[in-house]
């Protein structure tokens, strides 16, 4: 057995060297002189983390049993078309109308540095390994933030992304709808690991295609698509049953709308806010058994307990950046140490935690306890004060971009996309504080296009005042 999953790691690794070396230089070179390629390609980028995980990705070295950032050395095809789309885009002619651009996208260095910052934890790691595993993970998705940013230019580029978000929303609503009304599922989770990574990724994208349904330029299909998107957002959000998330779509659909009305009221917002009455009353009236059961579910769970699971692991992770402030414990070794049996210290907390509400101790229960589901308690658990500043100023740079984008790009297309992408991020990062879905694969792909996104049009924005 174990001789059979060396040779599947060996036959994985040609096939990764074939793809990475071999088909994303190859695509890049036929896609450098046809600009159209390159819109597809970047479209189908955007659209693949709707797909279930094992359609694009493959793991070597895989640990099953493990809970953590990743499980194995990833590989990715979203990363590879990102090769070929770099390779494409700087081996491609520059159209005169085009200004000359920087080839470093502004924030790769800053998102380069978190990486390095989180691969020096791997000095306090309990598994050297499972931190290489992340930071081979992680500083490869450069890749993908460097290809969004190089790939836009103008509104054709855009357009582009918006088609592939679109479907890709919308394929994800029908899945929904599947598992939801025909397979009888009640928190459905869709072709994602969790319902909270599709959420998460649901109201993100809602906010892009909403804010470019809001542009008069926006017309016949590309028009009704967004529309269409954006309703299956909705239910892929209520679908699943998180609170959280239908919050944030609601705010940001409520922020986007706002922004439409200030900057010209016409008919186009008044019919969209008409409608988008009419189609939320519609949708929860087709989800609201669910979202009744849900928070049932919550308010009987708070009665049994004062204190939240939630808030015993990040107790766990005081802990730990107690112990080790600077640089953590080891990136992707939260699971380790604060699980019996080589964590007994930390598990301790959970252990004491469960005595206090009258659970009898056996410690082979304590040897896969859950994560903490903030995300930045896990960077501070396990990179300590060095990758979570690291971390934390590469958000704030995107968020720059973001506002530097909405403000040069005014009323048009570009303008509107980057405040749908600003409304985003600004929703999405303080939901980190109970969700740590950025870490995941699917997401973390579609969170450093986005970012991409706001970063090429920064790059458009320095290239003109030059």
């Known amino acids: 057995m174990a001789r059979w999953g060396k040779l599947k790691d060996l036959i994985k690794l040609v096939i990764a060297l074939a793809f990475y070396g071999g088909l994303a230089p190859l695509l890049g070179g036929l896609m450098a002189t046809r600009r159209s390629w390159q819109r597809v390609l970047f479209g189908l980028m955007i659209f693949m983390p709707t797909l279930q995980p094992g359609r694009f990705t493959l793991m070597l070295g895989s640990i099953d049993f ?54 020096i934890s791997i000095i306090h790691a309990w598994e050297p390994t ?26 054709k580029d855009l357009r582009a992304a918006i088609y592939g978000l679109a479907l890709a929303l919308i394929v994800q609503g029908w899945i929904c709808m599947k598992m939801r009304y025909l397979e009888g599922y009640f928190q459905i989770k869709g072709w994602f690991e969790h319902q909270n990574p599709m959420s998460m990724w649901a109201y993100m994208s809602a906010c892009v295609v909403f804010a470019a349904a809001m542009h008069r330029e926006v017309k016949g299909r590309l028009l009704w698509l967004c529309h269409a998107a954006f309703g299956a957002a909705g239910l892929c959000v209520l679908l699943s049953v998180s609170r959280a998330a239908l919050a944030a779509y609601s705010a940001g659909a409520a922020i986007v709308l706002l922004m439409a009305w200030l900057r010209g009221p016409g008919v186009r917002t008044t019919l969209t806010s008409l409608m988008g009455m009419v189609g939320a009353g519609m949708v929860l009236m087709f989800a609201m058994d669910s979202i009744n059961s849900r928070l049932e579910e919550v308010k009987a769970g708070k009665e049994k307990t004062a204190e939240d699971l939630r808030d015993i692991l990040n107790r766990q992770s005081k802990a730990m950046l107690s112990d080790h402030p600077v640089i953590g414990i080891g990136w992707n070794n939260f699971g380790i140490a604060n699980s019996r049996p080589r964590g007994a210290k930390y598990s301790e907390v959970l252990e004491e935690w469960d ?55 005014g009323k048009s297309l570009m303008g509107y996309v980057a405040f749908g992408i600003m409304v985003a991020l600004l929703i999405c990062y303080p939901h980190g504080l109970v969700e740590r879905i950025l870490t995941q694969t699917k997401n973390l792909s579609h969170w450093l296009m986005l970012a991409g996104i706001l970063s090429g049009m920064e790059m458009n924005r320095r290239a003109r005042a030059r």
Do not use: Q
Not at 86 to 110: D, F, K, N, Q, Y
Not at 369 to 381: D, K, M, R, V
């Open 66 to 119: 493990y809970r953590g950032h990743t499980k194995g050395f990833e590989i990715s095809l979203i990363e590879v078309f990102a090769i070929a789309l770099i390779i494409a885009v700087l081996r491609g002619p520059r159209e005169p109308s085009m200004p000359c651009r920087a080839s470093w996208p502004p924030g790769t260095g800053i998102y380069l540095l978190w990486c390095f910052a989180g691969l």
């Open 130 to 155: 499972y931190s290489l595993m992340t930071f081979v993970r992680v500083v490869k998705s450069t890749l993908i933030y460097a290809a969004a940013a190089l790939f836009l230019r103008d509104d």
């Open 355 to 409: 005595r206090s509400r009258g659970f009898t101790i056996v410690d082979e229960n304590y040897w896969a306890n859950p994560l903490t589901e903030s995300l930045y308690w896990l960077i501070l658990a396990e990179n300590g004060w060095l990758g979570w500043c690291c971390f934390v100023s590469f958000l704030a740079v995107t968020l720059w971009h973001g506002l530097r984008a909405t403000l040069s790009g």
